[in-house]
């Protein structure tokens, strides 16, 4: 049996990609609304955004396991995490305070409510936050979510995961959608997983390596001979986003998208749909 064709990575949109990590976290408190609002007026086309599920079975938009580090030490979920946690009751708890008082009274917003009011107007990269290796239900949610938006995520959203037992859950359900393994060397990743192997161990679309693990001998064997593009994380640094592109990624993801204007104005675009 021949293997599944490669989804190509938002074909319809300009390169190079921008995504803007957690929304525009340097200016407003992660992954809320009012982040990717920033994200949006500072002219960013894209998102990137992490979902976990909570214990009544919605997909939650937060980073971490649980709200003990962009939430009040007494009013956090009394450190249990997101998956013990009903939605009613992360609904109830500030993730803005710690960024700032002007964004108290910001909560972790739904998956389906950050598609539906940002999607197709920008294009959204969406983290599956899991640590399963089996009956993982994060994948079935999150294929469902995007069957039940329909249109408004075709050739909008992409999919990424650290785990790839969970983003080829995900693919074998609803494989229309573009996929990549994530990586870095961080002691919290899996020995095995720190250096790309995970892309051997789901069909990736493409790949997310941290930028500072991308060398061009790197970058050559995985856009040139695998045919993978390659989209770096998490990059703060304008002249490191350039050298990243004029490697040849098709794009970024960066908590600052507001001084990223210069590489959106088309002197390093790539070609619409190359890997290098």
Known sequence: MNPRPRIPLLPGRPRPLLFAHRG???????????????AREAGAPGLELDVHVCASGELVVAHDDTFKRTAPPDDNGGGRT???LTLAEIRRIDV??????????????????????????????????????????????????LRRLGDRTRGTVTLSSFNPFCLGTFKRLCFQFPAAVIWSADSEVPLMLRYGLG????????????YT??????????????????????????????????????????????DMGDLLSGTLIAKDGATG
Not at 25 to 38: C, D, G, I, Q, V
Not at 96 to 124: D, I, K, R
């Open 213 to 258: 693990q991308l060398s061009p001998r790197r970058y050559s064997r995985m856009a040139e001979r695998e045919r993978l593009p390659v989209i770096p994380w998490t990059i703060d640094d304008p002249a490191a986003a350039r050298r990243m592109l004029t490697l040849g990624c098709q794009g970024i993801i960066t908590n600052r998208p507001q």
């Open 82 to 84: 997101i998956e013990e």
């Open 199 to 210: 892309r051997f161990l789901m069909p990736c679309d493409y790949v997310k390596p941290v």
């Open 96 to 145: 803005g305070s710690f960024f700032g008082s002007a964004f108290s009274g910001e909560h972790p917003p739904l998956l389906e409510e950050a598609l539906e009011e940002f999607c197709p107007g920008m294009y959204v990269d969406i983290e599956l936050k899991s640590r399963k290796t089996r009956n993982d239900i994060l994948p079935g949610l999150a294929a469902e979510t």
């Open 24 to 38: 525009c976290s340097s200016l407003a408190p992660e992954n809320t609304m009012a982040s990717f609002r920033k």
